[in-house]
């Protein structure tokens, strides 16, 4: 079979996957279907050959499987494979992110740029009306103030008279598309810094908001969010994992507590949100330390523009110019880091229904009874714990098995290996039958 028509199959099974799940009252994303059929395939204990084409069978025992699967309302491992389709679909990195709501703002802004680059305005009424045309796209592109708003807009048009007056408008329309494309977003720029020192020295700021303080209650605050959760997660997998052992030391397990199944992939789905809630946070404390840094920035900035036009009736452009776009670019930074923090909060909010599956089945009241008597261990107290030489693995000892394995001590950058499991160790994890999807 070619790869063409293998894809094709895929697709076809996908399709009738998602079409009984609707039939049976359950709407799937065929994303969602996609990571369960390739779930499925390479479970071994499903017994699926990789290695051969499909039979008939093989693809109504793999439809079978996965609709069972998803239709399961109360799985946590469906809900740790959504929680995974949600984070895949949605997080990225931060210049991906940045790049992405810039792409958007510029294309929502095309329609009035087009509208001022294509103008051909000859009378007195028309140069006016481009005129008004290119403050609104400044005020738009800018962020700062909304161009319906009259004090915004006639502080924003003497921003903009100043460095580019209506008597302008016929060098600017002589230039090529691309020039007065150029030209605008400097203009933009310019106003901008104009505006922000204004607002510094008390003589305007009409509609900006104040982004520095915005964000340095913001971020601790949303700091603080990451962390409660993370505890919070941190205490359910401290005690699955407690229990699961409990269990696999107790002779008699179906009558010793809960369904063993469901607490593994409790585990598992907890292990998972924790990963994605510290990837989240480690990108919160890198806004922090940006705002930091760009706080730093502006108040020189500012100092140096006080500087500049102290006691000044006239600046010469060339001094003065360079410092407004600087100012501009770093209250643009700002902003980027509004915009960012705003995303990673709405990841936060949404991961969180893929977690209450495992809460709602392990309540405080169903779990702390069997957990009578049993010490609930942390992380730390695990790896405390099997630190020394004693507790170290001996790579002889796993020659004769056919697996390849690999060592921190001697395996170069250990560290940055896309590991697949998190906690326990994988060893350990396959002792105790106890697969981890987390991602570290």
């Known amino acids: 079979m070619s790869r063409a028509q293998a894809e094709s199959v895929i697709k076809n099974i996908i399709r009738e996957i998602a079409h009984e799940c609707a039939s049976k009252g359950q709407a799937v994303s065929e994303t969602l279907v996609a990571f369960m059929v390739k779930a499925v395939v390479l479970d071994p204990t499903n017994e699926f050959n990789v290695d051969r084409t499909l039979t008939k069978d093989d693809v109504q025992k793999l439809i079978k499987i996965c609709v069972d699967r998803l239709m399961d309302s109360r799985s946590p491992a469906l809900d740790t494979v959504k929680m995974q389709v949600y984070f895949d679909m949605n997080y990225t990195t931060r210049a991906d992110f940045l790049e992405e709501h810039r792409r958007v703002l510029e294309s929502r802004l095309q329609p009035v740029i087009r509208e001022i680059t294509d103008s051909r305005a000859r009378t007195r009424e028309e140069l006016e009306s481009l005129y008004r045309k290119i403050v609104s796209a400044v005020l738009l592109r800018s962020g700062l103030g909304s161009p319906t708003d009259i004090a915004v807009v006639r502080e924003a048009t003497a921003a903009l008279q100043s460095v580019f007056p209506q008597t302008e408008l016929g060098t600017f329309m002589s230039l090529i598309k691309r020039d007065k494309e150029r030209q605008l977003q400097e203009l933009t720029m310019i106003v901008t810094g104009i505006r922000l020192f204004n607002k510094e020295c008390g003589k305007g700021g009409e509609g900006i908001d104040d982004l520095p303080a915005i964000l340095n209650e913001a971020v601790p605050a949303t700091t603080q969010n990451i962390d409660t959760e993370i505890q919070q997660t941190c205490t359910s997998t401290y005690r699955y994992t407690a229990l699961i052992e409990k269990m696999h030391q107790t002779s008699d397990k179906k009558d010793q507590g809960p369904s063993l199944k469901l607490l593994k992939d409790s585990l598992i789905n907890?292990?998972?949100?924790?990963?994605?809630?510290?990837?989240?946070?480690?990108?919160?404390?890198?806004?922090?330390?940006?705002?930091?840094?760009?706080?730093?920035?502006?108040?020189?900035?500012?100092?140096?523009?006080?500087?500049?036009?102290?006691?000044?009736?006239?600046?010469?452009?060339?001094?003065?110019?360079?410092?407004?776009?600087?100012?501009?670019?770093?209250?643009?930074?700002?902003?980027?880091?509004?915009?960012?923090?705003?995303?990673?909060?709405?990841?936060?909010?949404?991961?969180?229904?893929?977690?209450?599956?495992?809460?709602?089945?392990?309540?405080?009241?169903?779990?702390?009874?069997?957990?009578?008597?049993?010490?609930?261990?942390?992380?730390?107290?695990?790896?405390?714990?099997?630190?020394?030489?004693?507790?170290?693995?001996?790579?002889?000892?796993?020659?004769?098995?056919?697996?390849?394995?690999?060592?921190?001590?001697?395996?170069?950058?250990?560290?940055?290996?896309?590991?697949?499991?998190?906690?326990?160790?994988?060893?350990?994890?396959?002792?105790?039958?106890?697969?981890?999807?987390?991602?570290?």
């Open 270 to 440: 907890a292990r998972q949100h924790e990963a994605f809630l510290k990837i989240i946070l480690n990108d919160v404390i890198g806004c922090a330390q940006q705002v930091e840094s760009l706080e730093g920035q502006l108040a020189a900035r500012m100092e140096q523009l006080q500087a500049t036009v102290q006691s000044k009736t006239a600046v010469p452009t060339a001094q003065v110019y360079p410092q407004f776009i600087h100012l501009s670019q770093l209250w643009s930074s700002f902003q980027d880091e509004m915009v960012l923090l705003s995303v990673l909060s709405n990841i936060l909010a949404s991961l969180e229904p893929y977690t209450r599956g495992h809460r709602e089945l392990f309540t405080e009241e169903i779990i702390t009874p069997f957990l009578e008597g049993v010490h609930v261990k942390t992380d730390q107290e695990r790896i405390k714990e099997t630190m020394g030489k004693e507790h170290q693995v001996k790579p002889a000892d796993f020659i004769r098995m056919e697996r390849d394995w690999i060592f921190p001590e001697t395996t170069k950058n250990f560290k940055r290996l896309p590991l697949q499991y998190k906690v326990p160790t994988m060893y350990t994890s396959r002792q105790h039958n106890v697969q981890s999807k987390s991602q570290t």
